[in-house]
């Protein structure tokens, strides 16, 4: 080897050297100035700030993608369009590599790099640089720039797992509230009165639920609600609140009230706000008084009611008008019947019929009939008796699977 060629590959290995150490440098500084960050955004400030200066640019950004949407720094702030900058994460992922721009004719900007960060094998954000302040970039830029953006993936990774654990924390922290707040909503026990035994229940698929029912007792009187909001979750949970509400305002401002003026005055006063978020409920409306063991009530498209009496045969109660929040008039009509000694009426939500089974078999309405059917064949038998027996009838049947449908229900039987 001649002493030129010696002195070329010496100095060759002093580039690669120097380029390391730049390299290794760069990532010291970027550790250093990141280590104590604990937030997406936080992070993402400072790789803009330091790509500015470890790269001597006039411009860098970073581009994460959130959603539907994006979130973005840039230093200098807004010198380039979000149009832009998405258009050029739109191509590294296309493209599913580093791009490289030059002789851009986007104003402001002679040239650019930029880089994919990946995370669980997809690219999710980029980081770039514009306009090198002592000429094009170079190869070893773009090298590095790739370094620094793994560095940069590996550690908004943890910080985006650590965000999503919070939104969990604090999902479950709200959603924890809503079900206390909703369980608090309901009555704390069942009222007694004299000719009738009553029980009720109610349990939700989710943390909360759109089922809902309510007592309200006088003296003799008793009225109550039975009420199946379309959906579940939180949004059902809201809008149960306000049927409930509704009912209790509006039932205290009529003069003379029947289950079924209540109803329409109801769906009167909820039609337009159901209406805007697309949601109906059906409701089963009931007003008994002990002196008479008369039964008033309306029924807008709620199922399954189910009457029997005493050592009879079982029958449905049809829903005569539709659900609230479906039509401005709810169609409902008033309806009566007597509950003698011994009869049962079984209110329910169809997350009874609906329940579910290993094999996607469904409970159906036939068992129901015999519930009703066994309840009123035997004095004995009380509400409760009914109530605790249906809950155990879908435990034993669903054979563990986990119901996908809040199921609630109000038993009353006719007692001497």
């Known amino acids: 080897m001649t002493t030129h060629e010696l002195e070329a590959d010496i100095e060759l290995l002093t580039t690669e050297l120097l380029e390391r150490q730049d390299e290794l440098v760069a990532l010291y500084n970027l550790a250093q100035s990141t280590r104590n960050l604990v937030d997406v955004e936080g992070l993402l400030a400072v790789v803009v700030k330091e790509l500015r200066a470890l790269f001597r640019v006039e411009h860098s950004f970073v581009l994460l993608r959130d959603g539907d949407g994006m979130r973005e720094q840039q230093n ?26 030059t002789k851009s004719r986007v104003p402001h900007v002679r040239d650019a790099l930029v880089a994919p960060l990946v995370i669980n094998g997809e690219i999710v954000a980029a980081v770039g640089l514009s306009n090198r302040l002592d000429g094009a970039f170079s190869a070893p830029d773009r090298k590095r720039l790739l370094m620094i953006a ?26 924890r509230l809503a079900r206390e707040v909703q369980g608090r909503l309901l009555p704390k026990g069942v009222p007694s009165l004299s000719g009738l035994d009553l029980a009720a229940m109610s349990l939700s698929a989710l943390d909360v639920g759109g089922d809902f029912y309510d007592f309200v007792a006088q003296d003799a009187f008793l009225a109550f609600a039975l009420g199946d909001v379309a959906g579940k979750g939180m949004s059902a949970a809201m809008l149960v609140a306000m049927v409930r509400t509704t009912l209790r305002t509006a039932g205290q401002f009529m003069q003379t009230v029947v289950p079924s003026d209540l109803m329409q005055q109801a769906n009167v006063l909820l039609y337009d706000d159901f209406t805007e978020v697309g949601r109906f409920a059906t409701l089963f409306l009931g007003f008994y008084e002990t002196e008479t063991r008369c039964l008033q009530y309306a029924n807008a498209g709620h199922s399954p009611v189910i009457f029997c009496p005493a050592n009879g045969e079982a029958e449905m109660l049809e829903a005569d008008g539709v659900p609230l929040g479906v039509l401005d008039d709810c169609l409902v009509v008033p309806r009566e019947l007597c509950l003698n000694v011994g009869d049962v009426l079984i209110v329910a939500t169809d997350g009874f019929p609906e329940a579910e089974n ?5 409970l159906g309405y036939r068992k129901l009939f015999e519930m009703a059917t066994w309840g009123a064949s035997d004095p004995a038998i009380s509400a409760e008796n009914i109530r605790q027996t249906l809950y155990d009838m879908v435990s034993d049947f669903s054979e563990g699977v986990a119901q996908n449908d809040d199921m609630t229900v109000i038993v009353l039987k006719g007692t001497a």
Request: charged share 30%; net charge negative.
């Open 358 to 362: 290993a094999t996607g078999a469904m």
């Open 150 to 175: 793994e560095q940069v993936g590996a550690h908004l990774e943890n910080l985006l797992l650590q965000e999503e654990r919070i939104v969990q924390v604090r999902l479950q922290s709200e959603m």
């Open 76 to 101: 200098p702030e807004e010198r380039l369009s979000g149009e832009t900058l998405f258009r050029w994460f739109d191509q590294v992922r296309e493209k599913q590599r580093d791009l490289i721009i």
